[in-house]
Structures are given as structure tokens and as C-alpha cells.
């Protein structure tokens, strides 16, 4: 009404070269009405253009097996049959749900566990569409597809948590809400007022009062520190995508974290080297010379080279050199590698699967149980002549985990680990980082039922994960947080990303965000300060249109500089 008031009548003071014209003002109050809808708008269409579906996981084309049974064809993915058969080479994705009629391979499942560890799948056991398959060729019959599939399931999951996730709508429009209303009655009783007083003066004195109460400080005073706060945690690498997040951090009771690259790297490295003595594993100086060291990392990067296992790429890290000649490489399912070195068979994996190489007389000398402490995963290397050294690998803690733990301690946020990794690392893990609750084999239905447990009692959750099997938590939670290592569609279905993997930035935001809360109030309370002091100066005509105007630019230039202070957090 106001802008639509002054822009007719200034239209009218130009033809009729008469009174005042406002169309500064109305240019002015349509910027700034429009600068934070927009802001919001935006970000609220990239997000809804970047959400992606489950399908883009999934290969374009299988290799079905023809109806004569005799060969393979590359056939569409949408052309395939429950009961089909299909093929599916070492290295591709697992196109559907199945049953393996033929073969032995590792399946990789942590798209939807979230564990790095691939699992041993032979005939008759199921696999998952979305999985990967990381050893050899499988033949697997089609039992499910569509709709019908495990990451469909987990699909709805996430459309039913966004459906229920509560909305929380910002105090200013609620106040502007109840503002407006009020300033329109009292602009109809004013205009009715002085067109019995002076009719002449009605018009501009009710445009004075629709002017002056502009509500643009107390439509700003939120999303202006909202945007500014934004900025302030894009600096330090959290990047929000939904407009609730700040406001609801301040709320948030129980902070809940996946462990596979959350709270670990999710990559595996070479953490130490033992040799294999006859009656002991010593320590890390017994292994020899460093040169003795690098030739061994040499040997297994280069029986390594083929595989894309967890284990041969922390190899691959730890050693940048691949010794010469390594000639007859067999992967052996569930146990190992193996090949040629120097004319000499080598065998890296289990120690039972290395011990195999040795005669009666080594095989007495070799450990098979793997050296004790450091909760460390261990594999051996041995050769035909005896076994040579232990290589203990792990999964790092970040070292920002241990902080942010101590940090919403003192802030009494209860913490608890929701794990899709079956083994005892979680545990181990939670006492290190002094994590009284924690849930180890925890699938995406499980992980969702106990948030949503949580979330019945009254606590607000924030939900950190990475993985498709953290996608339904992370949607049902009040606020989620994705790593920026974390899957496409965990990044799009989260609240919030952190770019660059800093745990620290969590911490940091969340007391920004109780900096941000203050920064609001304080901007609404001038808001509404204002308003009522300069409405019945309007009224009495005391401010004419143009002083009107001012102030009420001053007073969103006000809330927008102490808005601003949140940049410098």
C-alpha cells in the first residue's frame, strides 16, 4: 500500500506539477523488500534443481544373460525382468537387488552401511543395488526392481522424514504479521480523522503513516542476520543450505554422529609394520632398516595394483614405489593376493591364507594371531621361505573429534555414535572419544527409529553422517549436517555441508548461532521501538512523507549494520 500509495501519487504530482513525488522512495522500499526474498528464494531453487534420485547410483546398461543362455548382451537398465540373469564384472556398480547364482566376490557396501570393509558374497547370498562389486565377476538373478529395491525403501524413508520435519517459522513474521494488521486499522481511523479535519492533508498524512511503519526493519531484522551469519560459517567451511539451521541450533539436546568418515578419515592407512619373528611380534624397530620397509611397502603396492579394496588402496598411500617384476597376480576372495616376487610366490592377507605357502617347519613359526593392542586391523605379508612382517592399519580419528566431544559436554548436549560398522571398533572408538551411548550395525531403519525415539521424548537432534545409509537420519533429524566427503545425495538431503571436513567448524557455527539469536532480538526490539514511536508522530502529522521516508531508512540501515557485526565472527 505504501509503495502502490506513493507511486500514484507522485505519478500525479508530476503531470499535474504539484506536491511532492516519492519515486526514490518507492524504488528504495521495493530493493529492500525484495533483496532478502530473493537471497532465500535462490538458495531454496538451487537445492530443489540439485535434487538428485537414487537412480543416477545406478549403471544406464546391465549384461543380461540371452534367452538362448549362451552369451551376454548390453541390454537398458529399464529393460530388465524379475528372474533375469545378469553379469557383473570386478570394478561395477550392482545394478539391482539379487541373488548370486554364480561366482565369489566382495561386495562394498558402504553406500548403505556406511562401513569401508567390503563383505565376502557367494552363491545364495543377496546383493543390493548401489553396491559395488570390488573383486571378481558374479552372476546374480534379478529379485527386485523399481520401487521395490532396498534404496527405494530408503528413498521413501527420506521423502516421509522431509514430510515431517517440523517447520519453524521466524518470530519477526509472525510480529510483522500482527504489525501490519494493526497499522492498517489505525491508517483507516487516521484517514477517516483528518478528511473530516482537513481532507486536503488526509492522503499525505496516511501515506506518512504507511511510510514511517514500513515494516522493512522488522521484515529485515531476520533474514539480514540470517545472511550474514551464513556467510560468517560459508567462511569456515559449513555451508547452509536450509534457512532453519542457526535458529535451530540453539535448541538442539542430543547430537548424534555416524563414525566411518565422520568421526574417522573413512580411508585406511598403513599405521605400523611388525616383524615376524619365530616366538614374537617386536616392535616397530626390529623390522630392520627403513630401506627394509620401503621394499616391503614396494612389494604390496605392487601385488596390490589391480584391486580397488580398501586395504590395497591404504597401501597405495603408504608407498609411492612398486618393485619390479611382480609377475602371476591372483586375488583370492576373502583372503588375499598373491604373485610372483623375485621368482619367489608371496601372499599378503590372512595369516592362515599366508601360512599356506609355508612348509611343515615355517608354518609351526608363524603367529596366527595378529599382534596384540593398538586396535589396529592387521594383515601379513609372507613369501614361500617364511612369513616377513605384520602391517596394522586403521582408520584415523580426526582430530578435531576428541574437541568437538568436550565442547558439547560443556554445552550439555548428551552424545551418542549411531554406527553401520558391525565390529568391535565402535566401541572402541566411543570410549576413546568418551562416548557413554553408542549403536554398532546400525542400519538406515534403525538409525531413523532411534532419532525419531529421541525426537518423540522431546529432544532436537543433529544428525552428522556421510553416507546413503545416514540419507533417512539425516532428513528425519532437526538439524543434519553432511561431511564434504560425503555422498551427492547425503550433501543434498542434509540441512547443512561442511566443505572441508573440519569437525572444529560444527562447534564454531553452533555458538554462532546463539550469537545470531541475539543479534535478531536485538533488531526486532529496535524494530518495534521505532514503529510505535514514530506511528503516532505519523498520525498527529508531525512527519511529513519525506521525513518519513528517512527514517525509515535509517532504521533498516540500523538493523542491517548490527546485522553485519555477525560477519566478523
Known amino acids: 500500500l505504501a509503495i502502490g500509495g506513493a507511486y500514484t501519487a507522485s505519478i500525479y504530482a508530476t503531470l499535474a506539477n504539484t506536491g511532492e513525488v516519492y519515486f526514490d522512495s518507492v524504488t528504495m522500499f521495493t530493493f529492500f523488500l525484495l533483496l532478502g526474498r530473493y537471497l532465500e528464494m535462490r538458495v531454496r531453487h538451487e537445492n530443489s534443481l540439485a535434487s538428485g534420485n537414487l537412480s543416477q547410483l545406478l549403471p544406464l546398461t546391465v549384461n543380461r544373460k540371452t534367452e538362448s543362455g549362451q552369451a551376454w548382451e548390453v541390454r537398458p537398465l529399464k529393460s530388465l525382468a524379475l528372474g533375469d540373469q545378469i553379469l557383473v564384472r570386478a570394478g561395477e556398480v550392482v545394478p539391482c537387488d539379487g541373488i548370486i547364482e554364480k561366482g565369489q566376490s566382495t561386495i562394498e557396501e558402504a553406500l548403505l552401511t556406511g562401513e569401508a570393509m567390503p563383505l565376502n558374497k557367494g552363491v545364495g547370498d543377496s546383493v543390493i543395488g548401489g553396491t559395488l562389486n570390488t573383486a571378481d565377476a558374479l552372476e546374480i538373478k534379478v529379485q527386485a526392481l523399481g520401487d521395490n529395491t532396498t534404496l527405494s525403501a530408503i528413498e521413501r524413508m527420506v521423502a516421509n522424514a522431509e514430510t515431517n520435519k517440523p517447520r519453524q517459522q521466524a518470530l519477526a513474521d509472525k510480529t510483522a504479521g500482527y504489525f501490519v494488521a494493526t497499522v492498517l486499522v489505525l491508517s483507516v481511523l487516521v484517514g477517516g480523522y483528518w478528511y473530516l479535519v482537513e481532507p486536503a492533508q488526509a492522503f499525505w498524512i496516511v501515506l506518512s503513516v504507511l511510510v514511517v511503519t514500513c515494516p522493512c526493519a522488522l521484515s529485515l531484522a531476520t533474514p539480514v542476520a540470517l545472511m550474514a551469519s551464513t556467510a560468517a560459517a560459508r567462511k569456515r567451511g559449513f555451508l547452509i543450505t536450509q534457512g532453519h539451521v542457526l535458529e535451530s541450533l540453539v535448541d538442539v539436546s542430543r547430537l548424534v554422529l555416524d563414525k566411518t568418515g565422520t568421526l574417522t578419515h573413512g580411508q585406511l592407512r598403513v599405521d605400523k609394520a611388525v616383524a615376524v619373528s619365530g616366538d614374537s611380534q617386536s616392535s ?125 559436554e560443556e554445552a550439555l548436549v548428551k552424545i551418542e555414535i549411531l554406527s553401520g560398522d558391525a565390529s568391535a571398533v565402535v566401541g572402541d572408538l566411543a570410549r576413546e572419544l568418551n562416548v557413554e551411548k553408542f549403536t554398532a550395525g546400525a542400519k538406515p531403519d534403525t538409525k531413523m527409529e532411534r532419532v525419531k525415539a529421541l525426537q518423540e521424548k522431546g529432544e532436537k537432534v543433529l544428525m552428522i553422517g556421510d553416507g546413503i545409509n545416514d540419507v533417512p537420519v539425516l532428513a528425519a533429524a532437526d538439524v543434519s549436517v553432511a561431511m564434504g566427503g560425503a555422498t551427492d545425495l547425503a550433501q543434498i538431503r542434509a540441512d547443512a555441508v561442511l566443505l572441508n571436513d573440519d569437525l572444529a567448524a560444527i562447534g564454531a557455527v553452533h555458538q554462532l548461532a546463539f550469537k545470531t539469536r541475539k543479534i535478531i532480538r536485538q533488531n526486532i526490539g529496535w524494530a518495534l521501538i521505532y514503529n510505535a514511536s514514530a506511528l503516532p508522530l505519523a498520525a498527529m502529522a508531525w512527519i511529513p512523507p519525506w521525513a518519513a521516508a528517512i527514517g525509515m531508512s535509517l532504521s533498516s540501515l540500523l538493523v542491517t549494520v548490527n546485522a553485519l557485526r555477525l560477519h566478523r565472527q
Open 284 to 408: 616397530d624397530e626390529s623390522l630392520g632398516s627403513p630401506e627394509d620397509q620401503s621394499k616391503y611397502l614396494s612389494i604390496v603396492r605392487a601385488l596390490e595394483k589391480h584391486s580397488n579394496h580398501p586395504v590395497a588402496t591404504a597401501f597405495m598411500l603408504a608407498s609411492d614405489k612398486e618393485y619390479p617384476g611382480v609377475k602371476d597376480i591372483r586375488q583370492v576372495v576373502g583372503a588375499g593376493v598373491e604373485g610372483i616376487v623375485d621368482g619367489c610366490r608371496h601372499r599378503l592377507g590372512s595369516a592362515e591364507f599366508v601360512a599356506e605357502l609355508f612348509d611343515a617347519e615355517h608354518q609351526s613359526l608363524v603367529p596366527l594371531s595378529a599382534p596384540a593392542g593398538d586396535k589396529l586391523q592387521w594383515v601379513m605379508l609372507g613369501a614361500e621361505s617364511g612369513p616377513l612382517v605384520w602391517f596394522g592399519l586403521r582408520d584415523s580419528v580426526r582430530a578435531e573429534a576428541a574437541p568437538l566431544m568436550r565442547y558439547f
